[in-house]
């Protein structure tokens, strides 16, 4: 297999990105990928469970393993020739925790949308306007709840490395070092 296929997939993903992306081309069909894929995640030794169809496939761990924190992997297949494939894969953390954060931060946004739209009516008209004061207060609780996921996302790096290369044991890629 060509190993210069890896030279897409960073070595180090770094805590900056919110979800580690990558992608690949392989010289093989999405349906053989994705029996690959399905004969690979059947081993007893994995420590990684998945699922997958003709165009997309999941990697997690199991439930006996897993943290609130545990990234899961998302790849998505594309086929682009007669014998080729694009796979595109994406880190993240499973669907609940990713839901739950987007639900607060939009609260967040609507409550200062709130606050900022109250507040500048009574300011407007010239009254006083105490409302304002949880702006501030508002700013704190979303910088707090966005270091927490930093700190999750920390603590679900090294999970990302073992997925990883249990994906590139799966699909028999060949990691390109130079």
């Known amino acids: 297999m060509n190993d210069e296929i890896y030279k897409e997939v960073p070595e180090e993903f770094s805590l900056q990105q919110v979800r580690p992306r990558f992608y690949f081309d392989l010289e093989m069909t999405a349906k053989e990928l994705v029996q690959k894929f399905k004969d690979g995640i059947a081993g007893e030794s994995m420590p990684c469970k998945g699922e997958a169809n003709e165009t997309y496939a999941t990697l997690y761990f199991p439930k006996d393993t897993r943290h609130y924190w545990s990234p899961q992997l998302t790849l998505i297949i594309d086929e682009t020739e007669e014998k080729n494939c694009h796979v595109r ?90």
């Open 89 to 178: 894969g994406l880190y993240g953390p499973r669907p609940a925790v990713w839901t739950m954060f987007v639900f607060f931060y939009a609260l967040i946004g609507v409550a200062a949308l709130f606050v900022l739209m109250i507040g500048g009516s009574e300011a407007m008209l010239g009254k006083s306007a105490p409302i304002l004061w949880f702006l501030p207060v508002l700013i704190v609780v979303f910088l707090s709840l966005y270091y927490v996921a930093h700190l999750g996302k920390k603590k679900g790096k090294p999970e990302i490395a073992v997925m990883h290369e249990m994906l590139l044991k799966i699909l028999e890629i060949v990691p390109n070092k130079g």
